[in-house]
């Protein structure tokens, strides 16, 4: 891909797996490279969570629900 930069992240153990392949990676690369992109008065990404979070209180997702949920996640990885 021209014009790119490599950066670092962290992802999962079976993502990184699957990053391996040359051309996943570069999907990869452009599918963040154009959620990122900046536009003016207007943040993509910021935009996608939003929608993510109207529709998860639409099916009725409460924050006590996702704070109990977030603390389940955090006491399985402890283990």
């Not at 079976?14 to 690369?29: F, H, N, P, S, W």
């Amino acid at each position: 891909m021209p014009n790119t930069i490599d950066v670092t992240i962290p992802v999962e153990p079976e993502a990184a797996t699957a990053l391996q392949d040359v051309r996943k990676r570069e999907a990869i690369g452009r599918i963040v490279s154009r959620i990122l992109r900046p536009q003016p008065g207007q943040d993509p990404l910021l935009d996608a969570m939003q929608r993510l979070s109207a529709g998860a209180r639409a099916k009725g997702l409460t924050p006590e629900i996702l704070e109990a949920e977030l603390a389940a996640h955090k006491a399985e990885r402890s283990r």
